[in-house]
């Protein structure tokens, strides 16, 4: 059982410890909370990698592919885009299709379209692993931190967490959440 469940989601630079988990763990700790972290952009990595490890060479996910995505294409909101499942949002064609004539605006290869396409199909089913560990600690609050792209993965695990267990308490903290964007 943990009090505190703090987590990181992608697109954070995957040779990187989250540092501001590995703080807040340590001061919840020092004042009595059971509290653990889940770096799941990390988790995220070896979804793809072992999901699409059985494809063709050039058909794999790999640490480049995530890298252009949470580092290259942040600006164009492909991360976020990726996490934009049920139930975070319906899934409509109609959508999709005006972001790709964004994509495409915005001149973005299309081969890097058609990793995201991928990854996006390989997430719903990272998430409910994420849900599932999660809920294995029956934790009384799951807090997020959130910059740069992760503020819709954050949300969709958010909801999903809620949908399943009404009574956790969910707290969002980070650069996304300071100042007038937090309020935005």
Same mark, same amino acid.
């Given at each position: 059982?943990?009090?505190? +469940? ?54 794999? +996910? ?19 885009? +990726? ?50 560990? +999660? ?50």
């Amino acid at each position: 059982k943990a009090d505190v +469940i703090l987590v990181s989601m992608p697109w954070e630079m995957l040779s990187l410890p989250s540092i501001q988990l590995g703080t807040l763990q340590s001061l919840l700790q020092n004042a009595g909370f059971r509290t653990e972290s889940r770096t799941f952009y990390l988790a995220l990595m070896q979804h793809f990698i072992s999901s699409t490890a059985k494809l063709r060479e050039g058909e794999r +996910i790999t640490v480049d592919d995530y890298a252009k995505i949470g580092l290259r294409y942040y600006r164009v909101g492909m991360g976020d885009w +990726i996490f934009a499942v049920p139930p975070y949002r319906d899934l409509t064609d109609e959508a999709d299709q005006k972001y790709f004539a964004y994509l495409r605006s915005e001149r973005v290869p299309r081969y890097v379209v058609a990793r995201a396409v991928q990854m996006r199909r390989l997430v719903p089913a990272f998430l409910e692993s994420c849900v599932e560990d +999660i809920l294995a600690t029956s934790p009384d609050v799951v807090g997020f931190t959130s910059s740069f792209s992760q503020n819709v993965p954050s949300l969709t695990l958010a909801k999903l967490l809620k949908q399943r267990l009404p009574s956790v308490r969910i707290v969002f903290g980070g650069a996304n959440c300071d100042g007038p964007m937090g309020a935005a």
